[in-house]
């Protein structure tokens, strides 16, 4: 069974650019999960998509959003990028919601502000 | 604040021995418990869940989980080189969204 996929893999922008990533979920997954990933604040929780809603949101800024599709494809956007949003933005995916769903990782997107 | 605490290290343990990594949490109504392991330049990978007080074994993997104490560990029996990598605890903290992770622990087996 093939793993969470995410795409670019590697992202340079510039401050005040905007981006949008995406990922991809193991085949019958329902949830996708977003974090952020920095040297000096770790892993952070930055949101969760099921069945194409928003369920929860971590403490990160309005620029961050994401959606996410009917075949739970989903995406994420930050607008007006800045120095710090520097990292790299990992997509887990579980196969349904609830604090008994393990969650898988995929690569990840690093992504480099300019 | 709540949160999920773990010694940064780096952890040296010699190649065929036990490797013990900790990890505290703050809420005593957290259910689901787990550990990643991350290899540098890598994504997180899934080594373990533990949801109830006892233990968990799979493999050379032991996680042990003690909701009284608000304290879960993975123990790594045999360690092996290819062992040497940041293990994150990550916990479903009673009423918050998405996992929390601690800074994790840089394990270094030394062949």
């Known amino acids: 069974k093939a793993g969470v996929t995410q795409t670019p893999r590697y992202l340079i922008k510039t401050r005040g650019q905007q981006v949008t990533l995406s990922c991809s979920p193991i085949s019958g997954h329902r949830s996708v999960s977003w974090y952020q990933q920095t040297p000096g604040q770790g892993l952070q929780f930055l949101f969760e998509?099921?069945?194409?809603?928003?369920?929860n949101k971590g403490n990160f800024p309005g620029r961050f959003s994401g959606r996410q599709f009917s075949n739970s494809r989903s995406e994420m956007n930050v607008s007006t990028l800045e120095l710090g949003d520097s990292a790299l933005y990992l997509c887990a995916s579980s196969l349904t919601r609830g604090s008994y769903n393990e969650q898988f990782f995929g690569p990840g997107t690093r992504l480099t502000v300019l | 604040q709540k949160e999920v605490e773990q010694n940064s290290g780096p952890l040296s343990v010699p190649e065929g021995a036990i490797a013990s990594l900790n990890c505290t949490y703050s809420d005593r109504v957290s259910q689901s418990f787990f550990w990643y392991r991350q290899y540098s330049g890598k994504s997180p990978e899934l080594i373990m869940s533990?949801?109830?007080?006892g233990d968990k074994e799979d493999g050379r993997f032991t996680a042990q989980l003690n909701k009284a104490s608000q304290y879960v560990s993975l123990l790594i029996r045999d360690s092996q080189p290819s062992d040497s990598a940041t293990y994150l605890c990550a916990v479903k903290l009673g009423g918050a969204d998405g996992l929390t992770f601690g800074k994790g622990t840089h394990l270094i087996i030394q062949p």
């Open positions: 998509y099921f069945s194409e809603t928003q369920r």
């Open positions: 533990i949801y109830s007080n």
